[in-house]
């Protein structure tokens, strides 16, 4: 069924800028002769499976409006079946629209690395991918889903032995990269210990950039990272105290007299302002705590973090938490504005009272790549930063972990004073100022 007026591509596995406009008969050869040439190349079988989602994205989004998709199937189903050409559907947008990624993998590697399992659901193409003709969302798939009973369970890549395209002689057909007989469960293991072998690799990398940013520091520095608990002299404290969510061996037995221990010391290091990270958990116990372990210091305003990436519940019950609050304390007598007339609003240093950001993961790069447990982004911190402080001050963190804010401090022009008693945290600190601070 190869049309004889559309010449062969010197490159097979692109996809040409105009491909939203053909014809839909070129668009259908185009989208057989990827399949074909699929089942033809094992290790680069992935790349040709993505060309072929491409061009069965645009089909599906044209032909679905008018229910032609499934008649389109029924003609080509000794090509292609529906799981299969689902499945390469997803495999092109959970890409992103690129393809790069996918290089010398086969089919079985690269439905694992992007968790293609079950089959009744579509990611959005990205803003800036070829997608005009993209699935968006798992309705437009649902009104297709006519031919597979809900009972079947899905071959995984659809090819079976019998789905050969007459034009396709069988003795130049390699054996198709299949994941027949492999349990979804056995994916699912397949696809962790990709994505684990990938983040490991990552973390490994950036620490190594970071360690040697952090030997190659010389010179008069404006921060300081230390395991001496010393209360320090300062003008902000922002802290990121436990508070006995995380489950991790530092959270306190007694977390209301571990939280009054340490605000009472922190009572004498002469801030004009304390803001805390919190849990909703414990939000009015504290309230109570802060208030009347601050010695010197009112309550002034609740700040809150929401965090857009944060998908986990507590139980059925609840919706899902996804903020975190901020208590805000101002030293009695301060004077300090924060909506100063000289200080400049914009971008993600707003003035607003609630900042949105994801939690930092193990898959990120740069200085939100996941590398202690309660990690909080840069750019919150980057947002207190400026809304507390001014240049040249210094701003304090009790607990700073891997120094989410010593980063934001240096990037903004202050000098910061980090206390961390892990050994191990404070090396990646001071490799993260050194590397991220750009000061």
Request: aromatic share 8%.
């Amino acid at each position: 069924m190869t049309s004889a007026t559309i010449p062969p591509r010197s490159n097979p596995v692109s996809l040409p800028s105009d491909a939203s406009a053909w014809p839909t008969d070129r668009l259908s050869d185009e989208a057989v002769r990827a399949i074909q040439t699929c089942r033809k190349h094992g290790k680069a079988a992935a790349r040709h499976a993505w060309q072929a989602g491409a061009y069965l994205s645009i089909l599906h989004a044209r032909l679905v409006k008018g229910r032609k998709w499934a008649a389109w199937l029924h003609r080509h189903e000794e090509v292609v079946s529906e799981d299969t050409a689902r499945r390469y559907i997803l495999l092109y947008e959970r890409t992103g629209g690129r393809a790069a990624g996918l290089d010398g993998m086969t089919l079985t590697e690269a439905y694992a690395a992007f968790g293609i399992t079950r089959f009744t659901e579509a990611a959005s193409t990205p803003p800036g991918s070829n997608g005009d003709g993209s699935i968006h969302g798992h309705e437009r798939l649902e009104a297709d889903h006519r031919r597979q009973s809900s009972h079947e369970t899905p071959i995984l890549n659809g090819f079976n032995g019998n789905h050969h395209h007459p034009v396709v002689p069988n003795d130049l057909e390699e054996p198709a990269d299949t994941l027949a007989g492999i349990g979804e469960k056995a994916i699912l293991r397949a696809a962790k210990e990709i994505r684990q072998r990938q983040n490991a690799g990552r973390l490994r990398r950036q620490r190594e950039r970071e360690e040697a940013a952090r030997a190659q520091r010389g010179g008069k520095r404006t921060w300081v990272v230390t395991a001496d608990q010393r209360v320090a002299r300062c003008h902000a404290v922002i802290a990121d105290p436990p508070y006995g969510i995380s489950g991790e061996p530092w959270e306190p037995e007694d977390l209301e007299g571990y939280t009054r221990e340490w605000c009472g010391r922190w009572s004498k290091c002469g801030a004009d302002l304390v803001a805390i990270f919190w849990s909703q958990g414990k939000l009015f116990e504290g309230r109570r705590w802060f208030d009347e372990s601050l010695s010197g210091y009112t309550f002034q305003q609740v700040l809150t973090w929401h965090a857009n990436n944060n998908g986990a519940h507590k139980s059925r019950r609840w919706l899902k938490q996804s903020w975190e609050p901020i208590f805000l304390y101002r030293r009695g007598g301060s004077d300090r504005l924060i909506l100063a007339e000289d200080k400049a609003w914009s971008g993600d240093l707003h003035n607003l009272d609630c900042y949105v950001a994801p939690v930092p993961q193990v898959n990120y790069s740069g200085h939100d790549l996941k590398q202690h447990p309660t990690q909080k982004p840069v750019s919150v911190m980057r947002w207190l930063v400026h809304a507390l402080s001014e240049p040249g001050e210094m701003v304090a963190t009790p607990f700073c972990g891997v120094a989410p804010c010593g980063v934001a401090a240096v990037q903004l022009g202050r000098k910061y004073h980090g206390i961390e008693i892990d050994e191990r945290y404070r090396r990646i600190a001071e490799g993260r100022i050194a590397m991220y601070g750009m000061a």
